[in-house]
């Protein structure tokens, strides 16, 4: 077994400034970002010898498909191979129960970096995982061992703590990390290409006040159309400004900004963090980016990105201290019906919500879409619909009744590939091609309450839904609902008409957040409190790892010279940081 020497220096990593995208890099104590020299092939020697009694070839097995699935991003090609015993100069995964690696009874698994100090270049990186744990092979089951080894290869590959639920980055265990999703792969790629050829870019710098104040550590969310969903999360730097590149074109975006709510499971960098900017100083509402345009309130705007508008510069992006909602929203609830398509809208979005009163009185909101007017002829065009509530831990399960002339149907809560309950919607229905009156859909949105809702469920438990905690959750009970005409290209679907989206210069204009002032990041803080930090409501939370300092030659894991390895990892606990320094 590798045995090195090891002092604890968490605070001193994540003291330094990090370059946000719709991801957190490794960082050096010098600011360099940790990541593997170009062209590397990095080989991953798997012992498999546990004592869940899972079979050693099986877990060689479950990390080569990891590594596959990493693989499909920019980074450094990965390959796995079978190996009996952990060598100094190579990267190894292997259990163990040395306590040296496993600082609390809580830490599940730990990736051991070591790279130049003088480049941030990595040299190896090893992935221990604790052997005293009993761990399953089968995905969906609790605790996959596939899920530990793809959040632990992450952070081989130079990735930090991600607050995107069900992305392996994701700072908990939860059931499906072993599939990278798009916020994780993308991290990847933007680390080892920073200025991809292709793709869409979107940027702007959340702020607040008249005095346009930046925001630092700022949730910003991208919602993408066609997959109905958050695809990529970020936090604002201390100047306000967010950023993702490398983004799929021929979508619609949307943004939505919130406040760190858990900021105990962030890394040091945003402990400074501060979220009451708005009257009596109470802290300011998630709220998605709209236009100046009083007509539009309650319309989120979206941002188309294709070959021809690829690169979209939001401008300030205000936070606000309410939710905004559409100026005939309460009247057409009223009157039972609001139409939100016509000649001048193939396509929209629109922010509903019900309080639990509305629940419990059984109220729904009826939305008219009438495409009558759409040339369908051409047999290729869908109605693409997206009610999207998890994404926002809005806590409250909904249904989506569609009905027209031909067909009624239901969308409701459904299981996805990773065995992980979903609560948005999603339904794509083909456009009648022969009669246009066939193209009039009413749309019946309907709440249910989660604790009526969880006692028909197969997941006997919220924490399934939202994994983020009940801390997280806002008390507003709101939805995002997407509308756009769809195009099947044969292997491609993309959108083919929506509204016309066309203005983008941020919120200048209209700032709210009266009370926003400047905050520094914990780098330019002369002191930090250390110790441990709990919380009573973050039972289950993960925390970030140790730095220790290897003796290091330049070359290998032996020598003069003071090289530094990351040791970040997964947990369960009640503790979220632990700073305090030790030798082992």
């Keep these: 077994m590798k045995e090195k020497n090891k002092k604890n220096l968490c605070l001193i990593l994540f003291l330094l400034s990090i370059d946000i995208f719709a991801y957190v890099h490794q960082r050096t104590p010098d600011g360099q970002k940790s990541m593997w020299p170009e062209g590397s092939q990095i080989t991953l020697h798997v012992n498999g010898a546990n004592s869940s009694e899972i079979a050693s070839q099986e877990i060689v097995a479950i990390t080569q498909d990891i ?9 450094p090609n990965q390959s796995v191979v079978s190996s009996n015993v952990a060598l100094e100069g190579r990267s190894d995964l292997y ?18 970096t070591v790279y130049n100090e003088s480049n941030g270049k990595i040299i190896e990186a090893d992935i221990i995982i604790k052997d005293s744990i009993l761990f399953t092979s089968t995905p969906g089951s609790d605790p996959y061992v596939g899920d530990l080894i793809s959040h632990e290869v992450g952070h081989l590959l130079g990735m930090d703590h991600a607050t995107l639920p069900f992305s392996s980055m994701f700072y908990r265990l939860v059931r499906g990390q072993n599939t990278p999703t798009f916020d994780d792969t993308l991290g990847v790629s933007r680390l080892y290409n920073p200025t991809p050829s292709s793709g869409g870019t979107l940027s702007g710098i959340v702020a607040g006040s008249q005095e346009k104040v930046p925001v630092f550590a700022a949730e910003v969310n991208l919602i993408s159309s066609i997959e109905g969903r958050v695809i990529a999360s970020t936090l604002t730097e201390q100047d306000g400004s967010f950023s993702f590149k490398g983004l799929p074109l021929n979508d619609v975006y949307y943004v939505f900004i919130k406040p760190p709510k858990v900021l105990s499971s962030l890394t040091p960098f945003y402990q400074t963090a501060r979220t009451g900017y708005c009257t009596g100083f109470a802290s300011y509402k998630g709220s998605f980016f709209e236009t100046c345009n009083n007509a539009r309130r309650g319309f989120p705007q979206g941002i188309p990105l294709n070959s021809s508008q690829s690169d979209i510069d939001l401008g300030l992006v205000t936070i606000k201290c309410d939710l905004n909602t559409a100026i005939d929203y309460f009247t057409g ?3 039972g019906n609001l139409t939100l398509a016509n000649q001048d809208r193939n396509g929209d979005s629109i922010t509903g919500f019900f309080t639990e009163t509305d629940i419990q009185s059984n109220q729904e909101d009826i939305f008219t879409l009438d495409l009558s007017h759409i040339d369908a002829s051409s047999g290729d065009l869908y109605l693409d619909l997206s009610l999207i509530s998890q994404d926002f831990q809005s806590k409250v399960a909904y249904s989506m009744e569609v009905q027209s002339n031909l067909f009624t149907l239901n969308f409701d809560a459904s299981i996805d590939g990773d065995f992980n309950p979903n609560l948005n919607l999603k339904g794509k229905i083909l456009l009648d091609s022969t009669n246009s009156l066939n193209n009039i859909f009413t749309i019946r949105i309907t709440p249910k309450s989660m604790e009526d809702f969880l006692l028909t469920s197969p997941f006997g438990s919220q924490s399934f839904y939202f994994p983020d905690f009940s801390t997280i959750g806002d008390s507003r009970f709101f939805y995002q609902f997407i509308f756009f005409i769809g195009k099947n290209n044969g292997s491609t679907y993309s959108v083919s008409s929506h509204y016309n989206y066309r203005d983008f210069r941020g919120n200048e204009a209209c700032m709210q957040a009266e009370k926003t002032y400047g905050v520094s990041s914990a780098a330019n803080v002369a002191s930090v409190s250390t110790g441990r930090r709990t919380g009573a409501n973050e039972q289950g939370a993960l925390a970030c790892g140790t730095i220790a300092f290897i003796d290091n030659d330049g070359g290998g894991p032996s020598g003069g010279n003071t090289a530094l390895s990351l040791v ?3 947990f369960f606990s009640l503790v979220i940081f632990r700073f305090n320094s030790q030798t082992s």
């Design 67 to 75: 590594v596959d699935r990493w693989n499909v991003s920019d980074g």
């Design 95 to 112: 259990f163990s129960t040395n306590s040296q690696f496993f600082a609390s009874s809580s830490v599940l698994a730990v990736t051991e």
């Design 333 to 335: 609830r009223n009157q």
């Design 568 to 570: 970040l990892g997964l």
